[in-house]
């Protein structure tokens, strides 16, 4: 949309740290530089912050903060990375920051209430949590959730820590889920874990995801999910809180060996064909379409 600024996926922002870094090493106020390159003061501020410079600002920056030119391929490949495509994008979704942070994140730690998490479902599960909405966007939002869980696969893999509370096993839960729970599950990368029922626990009160980097630079970031729409923070004081709430869910919950057991117990006594939720046509499911997050 014009007047818009993009924000920058996780290679812009590592960019934009570099550049404030270099001008700061050289010593160099936003005012000074900006003079130096003639590019605006407010407009430099913006680089350091939100928007990515073109190519020929990038490598004037990098001239006047004394770099070398044969130095410059760091800076270039990040900016490179910054341009590329999501592949998102060819989906046209209303709200893409949740996927681009997952897509991202080195972690995810998660507590599901009602559902299987996203990166977890099958194609059929993941068709049957959108009942309300149209065959074209239940197609889209399936075929989303299944590129979403290419990150379990794709190097590096996202290393996932996923609690499913107890009850959502028997909700539009068919054996194809459950074993394709048990396989995901095997993978080096993947902890699964079930939260009984049988206690109160924080968790009661909404999911949890947090996302968190290898990058030092990078803080934590936690997402909930409501009828309202989706929430999120990345400050400091309440992703503690969210991961110590995810700390103690996985010290109530049944151990990975455990989990197993008891997916297999339960795939066991079902049939091989889904269970379909009834179909509900005045019910709202506008926020969770746009987040295309669970």
Do not use: C
């Amino acid at each position: 949309m014009t007047g818009v600024t993009p924000e920058p996926n996780y290679h812009g922002r590592q960019l934009q740290r570099e550049i404030k870094k270099l001008r700061e090493q050289a010593r160099l106020t936003q005012q000074e530089a900006g003079e130096r390159v003639h590019i605006e003061f407010r407009k430099l501020s913006r680089m350091e912050r939100r928007q990515l410079p073109s190519y020929h600002e990038l490598v004037m920056l990098l001239d006047a903060y004394g770099v070398l030119s044969n130095d410059y391929a760091p800076y270039l490949e990040l900016w490179e990375l910054a341009k590329k495509r999501a592949w998102w994008r060819d989906y046209h979704l209303k709200e893409t920051r949740y996927i681009r942070m997952e897509d991202e994140a080195d972690h995810k730690y998660e507590f599901q209430l009602g559902q299987i998490p996203t990166l977890l479902q099958t194609p059929a599960y993941a068709r049957a949590t959108f009942p309300r909405s149209s065959k074209k966007t239940v197609k889209t939002m399936t075929e989303v959730r299944m590129r979403q869980q290419d990150r379990l696969t794709n190097d590096p893999p996202l290393a996932l820590h996923a609690l499913i509370h107890a009850p959502a096993l028997h909700q539009g839960v068919d054996r194809a889920q459950l074993h394709h729970l048990l396989d995901q599950a095997e993978l080096p990368n993947v902890t699964l874990q079930i939260v009984p029922q049988d206690r109160y626990h924080e968790g009661l009160q909404s999911p949890l995801i947090l996302l968190s980097f290898n990058d030092p630079n990078e803080p934590d970031i936690a997402f909930t999910e409501s009828l309202i729409g989706l929430q999120e923070t990345q400050d400091q004081e309440r992703t503690a809180t969210i991961k110590q709430v995810l700390e103690d869910l996985t010290a109530q919950a049944l151990s990975p060996a455990e989990t197993r057991k008891h997916l297999k117990s339960l795939a066991a006594g079902l049939p091989s064909t889904p269970k379909i939720p009834a179909q509900h046509p005045k019910h709202n499911t506008a926020a969770r379409e746009a987040s295309g997050a669970w």
